[in-house]
C-alpha cells in the first residue's frame, strides 16, 4: 500500500477507489493499492513515461503556485520587519524607562518594607507577651501553691503540707496539666508523701525512744504528783471535820489536832517545792503522735500507724517489766523498777485519753494485766534467798546478739571503704620509720625483706594493715558489751571468738567476694587481692593472741574456740582466681570476636592474622606482669607462679576450643584450602607461643598439648592423610588420635562443597582443561569415599552411645 495526494491521482488520470489515510495541513493522502500501479503500467504500452510526464506537469504547476504565493506575499513580510525595525528603538527605551522606573520603586520601597517587617515583628511580640502573661497568670498560683508546699516541708509543717497537696491536685494540677513542669510536680507529690511518711515515723520512733529512756523520770513525777493530791485531800478532809465540829482520831488514838501540826509544815514545804515539779506534758512532748497519727489519718493508712505503735509500745513493756540484775541490792533499784512501770502507763493513758482510736481501754487492760502477772511474778521469785536473773540474762545475750549483729552491719561498710580506697599495689616504704610504722599496725615479717635496703615494697596493699586494725576494734567493741553481762572470762573469751568468726566469714567474707565480682577490679588488681588474702590469714594467729591477752584465757584450753581465717580466705582466693580465669577468657573472646576469615580464598596471606598477633601480645603482657609481681618469699613467689600457670594454661585452652569452635560454626557452608592453611598459620604462631614458655615453671610441653586436637585436625586436611587416619582410627597409637569422627567430618562436608563448586566452574570451560577435570572428579570420589566412611564411624559411636 502506498500513501499519495489525491489530486495528484486525479491530474495524472488515476480514478480508483481511494481510502482517505492521513491529513497533512491542507492536503489529504490516500491508501493506494500497488496493484493500481501494476494496472497503470500494464494497460498500455508507453503508460509509464505518460505517467512520468504528468507527474512532471503536475509538479511544474506547483512550483508556479508556490512561486504566485511567496511573491505576493513577500511584500508585506518586508514591510512588517520594517516595523519591527522601528519598534526594537522605542522598546529599549521604553525598557530603560521601565527598569529605571523599577528602581525608583524598590529604592522608595525598601524603608517601607523594612517598617512594614518590624510593625509584623512587633505584632508577633505583642501577641506572643500577651499569650505568655496569660499562661503565667494561669501557671503562677500552681507556682505558688507549690512554693508554699516547699516551704511547709522545709519548716516541718507536713499536715499542712498534705493539705496543700490535696489542694494541688484538686484544683490547680487540672488547669496546668498540659505543661512538662506540671507533670514533674505531679510524680514528685508521691515521693514527698512517702518521705513525710518516714518523717514522722522517723519523729514517732524517736519519741518512742525518748519516752523509753525517760519513762522512770515520768514515773515518778506522777508518783509525786499523787502524792500531793492525796495529802491535799487530806488537809481538806481534816479542815472539814474542824469547821463543822467533829473530832476525828487517827489510828484509833491520835488525835486529828495533833496530827494537823504535822500535815501543815509538810503541806506548806510541798507548796515551796510545787514550781519543781514537772508534769507528764512537761516532761513529754507528745506533738509526734499527734502528728504521725494525722498525716497517716490524712493519707489513709492510719490502720498501719496503730498497729506499729502498740507493737513497739507492747515491746517496750516488756523491756519494761523485766527487773534488773542488782534490783535486790538496794531500794533505788526496787523504785527505778516501778517507777518505769508506773511511768509506761501513764503515757499510754494520756494517749487513750486525747487520742481516738489509737490506744483503746482493751488494749491498756491487756497490758496492764501482763504488768501485773509480771510483777507478781517478779515478786514471789525475789524471796529472801535472793533474786533469780536468769531470764534477764537470756534477755541481755539476745540483746548482745542483736548488738553484734549491727556491729557486723556497721563493719560491713567499713571494710567496703577500706576496699573502695584502696591502690591494690604493694606498699612502697621509704624509710625505716615508714616500716616501723606499718609494722606497728600489722604483724608482718619477712627476714629477707628487711634485710634489703630503702626504699622497697611490702607485698601486701594498704587495705591489709586497715583490715586487720578494724578487726582488732571490732573485738573492742565486742568485748566492751560482754563484760557488763558478769560472765566468766572464759565465757567472754567464747563470746569474742564467736563475734569474731561471724566477723570474718560472713561480713568480711561477703564484702571480699562481693570486691572481686566489680567490674573494675581487672587481672592485677585480682592477684593483689589474693596476696592480701594471704597475709590476713597469716595473721589470723595474732588475732588470736590478742583475744588471749584480753581474756586471759589460754588458746590450749580444751573448749577455746578457733578462728575461721583459714577457710574465709581460702575461698575469697579460690573465687579471686576463678574471676581471673574467667576475665581473661572474656578478653579472649573479644579478640576472637575481631576475626574475620575469608573462607573462600585461594591462596592464604603468608602470615598470621593481625587479630591473632594482638591476642598473643595481650597474653604475653598479662603473663608478663603476673610473674613480675613482687615477691619477697617462697610462699608468694609459689603462689604468683601458681596463678600465674593456671591462668596460662586455662586462656591456651579456651583460645584453643574458641578456634575450634569457630572452624566447625554451623554457619559456615563452606571452607577453601586457602582458608584452611591461612587458619593452620594462626594455629602455629599459637603453638610457638606456648613453645616460648610464657610461663615458666610447666614440665615439657604440658602447655602445647592445649592446641594438639587442632593441630592433628589441621594436619589431616594438610596432608590429605585419610587413608592413615581411618586405618588407624581407635588404635592408641595412631597419628589422629585426638581427631574426632564427627569433627573431622563437619569440617571435610565443608571443604566438600568447596570442592565440588571448583568441578563445576571447571566443567564449564574448554576441553583444555579436560584432564584437570579428570583429577577433580577422581578427587571428589575419593571425598565422598571418605565422608562415607566417616558418617558409618559416627554412625557407630552414636548406636554404641
Known amino acids: 500500500m502506498e500513501m499519495i495526494e489525491k489530486g495528484l491521482l486525479e491530474e495524472m488520470g488515476l480514478e480508483l477507489n481511494l481510502k482517505p489515510w492521513a491529513t497533512d495541513g491542507g492536503a489529504h493522502f490516500w491508501e493506494v493499492p500497488k496493484t493500481a500501479f501494476r494496472s497503470v503500467y500494464d494497460d498500455q504500452p508507453n503508460a509509464h513515461k505518460k505517467f512520468m510526464e504528468k507527474l512532471d506537469a503536475c509538479i511544474r504547476n506547483h512550483d508556479k503556485e508556490i512561486e504566485k504565493m511567496c511573491n505576493f506575499h513577500h511584500q508585506g513580510f518586508v514591510d512588517a520587519i520594517t516595523e519591527l525595525l522601528k519598534v526594537r528603538t522605542d522598546a529599549e527605551k521604553l525598557k530603560v524607562q521601565v527598569t529605571d522606573t523599577n528602581r525608583r520603586f524598590q529604592d522608595a520601597g525598601k524603608e517601607v518594607i523594612v517598617q512594614t517587617e518590624d510593625i509584623i515583628r512587633c505584632r508577633i511580640q505583642q501577641r506572643n507577651i500577651t499569650t505568655v502573661v496569660e499562661k503565667l497568670q494561669l501557671c503562677l498560683p500552681v507556682l505558688e501553691m507549690y512554693s508554699k508546699l516547699k516551704e511547709q516541708m522545709s519548716a516541718k509543717r507536713y499536715y499542712s503540707a498534705l493539705k496543700t497537696m490535696e489542694q494541688l491536685e484538686n484544683v490547680y494540677f487540672p488547669r496546668v496539666s498540659q505543661y512538662r513542669f506540671c507533670q514533674l510536680m505531679i510524680e514528685n507529690l508521691p515521693k514527698l508523701r512517702e518521705d513525710i511518711k518516714e518523717i514522722s515515723m522517723s519523729d514517732l520512733k524517736d519519741f518512742l525512744e525518748s519516752i523509753r529512756k525517760h519513762s522512770d523520770k515520768i514515773g515518778e513525777t506522777a508518783m509525786k504528783q499523787a502524792q500531793q493530791q492525796k495529802l491535799f485531800s487530806v488537809i481538806l478532809q481534816k479542815q472539814n471535820n474542824v469547821k463543822f465540829g467533829k473530832t476525828v482520831y487517827i489510828n484509833d488514838r491520835i488525835p486529828e489536832e495533833r496530827n494537823e501540826i504535822v500535815l501543815k509544815p509538810v503541806f506548806e514545804e510541798e507548796d515551796e517545792n510545787e514550781e519543781e515539779v514537772l508534769t507528764v506534758q512537761d516532761l513529754v512532748d507528745f506533738s509526734p503522735v499527734y502528728q504521725c497519727l494525722h498525716i497517716y489519718s490524712v493519707l489513709g493508712d492510719e490502720e498501719t500507724f496503730e498497729n506499729y505503735y502498740r507493737k513497739q509500745r507492747k515491746k517496750q513493756a516488756r523491756l519494761v517489766l523485766q527487773p534488773q540484775s542488782n534490783m535486790h541490792e538496794t531500794v533505788d533499784g526496787y523504785r527505778r523498777y516501778f517507777t518505769q512501770i508506773v511511768g509506761f502507763f501513764v503515757v499510754e493513758d494520756h494517749i487513750l485519753h486525747v487520742t481516738q482510736g489509737l490506744v483503746t481501754r482493751a488494749y491498756t487492760d491487756e497490758l496492764w494485766n501482763m504488768a501485773l502477772s509480771k510483777i507478781i511474778a517478779v515478786l514471789r521469785a525475789h524471796s529472801g534467798y535472793g533474786f533469780p536473773v536468769n531470764r534477764l540474762f537470756d534477755l541481755l545475750f539476745e540483746i548482745r546478739d542483736q548488738y553484734n549483729e549491727t556491729l557486723l552491719k556497721k563493719w560491713a561498710g567499713v571494710f567496703r571503704d577500706i ?36 626504699p622497697k615494697k611490702l607485698p601486701m596493699s594498704q587495705s591489709v594493715p586497715h583490715i586487720y586494725i578494724q578487726v582488732k576494734e571490732f573485738i573492742y567493741a565486742s568485748l566492751k558489751f560482754s563484760e557488763s553481762l558478769h560472765r566468766s572470762s572464759t565465757e567472754i573469751d567464747d563470746m569474742l571468738r564467736k563475734s569474731t568468726n561471724l566477723l570474718l566469714t560472713r561480713t568480711l567474707s561477703s564484702c571480699l567476694l562481693n570486691l572481686i565480682k566489680k567490674p573494675h577490679i581487672g587481672l592485677t588488681e585480682l592477684v593483689q587481692i589474693i596476696i592480701n588474702t594471704t597475709h590476713l590469714e597469716q595473721a589470723c594467729k595474732y588475732l588470736e593472741d590478742f583475744i588471749t591477752n584480753i581474756t586471759n584465757i589460754s588458746q590450749e584450753t580444751v573448749h577455746t574456740t578457733r578462728l575461721y581465717g583459714l577457710s574465709t580466705f581460702k575461698d575469697a582466693r579460690h573465687a579471686a582466681e576463678g574471676e581471673i580465669y574467667t576475665k581473661l577468657n572474656q578478653k579472649i573472646d573479644e579478640f576472637v570476636q575481631l576475626a574475620d576469615y575469608d573462607w573462600t580464598m585461594s591462596e592464604p596471606d603468608g602470615r598470621a592474622s593481625g587479630y591473632l598477633m594482638d591476642l598473643i601480645n595481650f597474653l604475653r603482657s598479662i603473663f608478663q606482669v603476673f610473674t613480675h609481681l613482687p615477691t619477697n618469699s617462697n610462699d608468694h613467689a609459689a603462689m604468683s607462679g601458681k596463678v600465674a600457670q593456671t591462668a596460662c594454661m586455662s586462656a591456651c585452652q579456651h583460645l584453643s576450643t574458641s578456634l575450634m569452635q569457630m572452624l566447625l560454626d554451623s554457619e559456615l557452608k563452606q571452607i577453601s584450602m586457602g582458608a584452611v592453611q591461612q587458619f593452620n598459620l594462626d594455629v602455629i604462631q599459637c603453638e610457638l607461643f606456648a ?37 588407624d582410627y581407635g588404635q592408641p597409637a595412631s597419628k589422629y588420635l585426638r581427631v574426632n569422627p564427627n569433627t573431622a567430618l563437619t569440617l571435610l562436608e565443608n571443604v566438600t562443597c568447596r570442592v565440588h563448586r571448583g568441578i563445576k566452574d571447571t566443567s564449564k570451560k574448554n576441553n583444555i582443561f579436560a584432564q584437570f577435570r579428570k583429577n577433580d572428579r577422581d578427587k571428589q570420589k ?19 552411645t
Do not use: C
Open 782 to 800: 575419593l571425598i565422598e569415599t571418605v565422608v562415607k566412611q566417616l558418617r558409618s564411624l559416627v554412625n557407630g559411636m552414636s548406636q554404641h
Open 691 to 727: 613453645n616460648s614458655e610464657p610461663v615458666p615453671g610447666f614440665q615439657g610441653d604440658t602447655l602445647q598439648l592445649a592446641f594438639i586436637d587442632l593441630r592433628q585436625l589441621l594436619d589431616l586436611f594438610m596432608v590429605w592423610d585419610w587413608s592413615t587416619y581411618l586405618a
Open 419 to 454: 576496699f573502695e580506697e584502696d591502690n591494690y599495689s604493694p606498699i612502697p616504704i621509704v624509710n625505716e620509720e615508714e616500716y616501723k610504722t606499718v609494722i606497728s599496725k600489722f604483724p608482718f615479717q619477712d627476714p629477707d625483706l628487711e634485710k634489703q635496703s630503702f
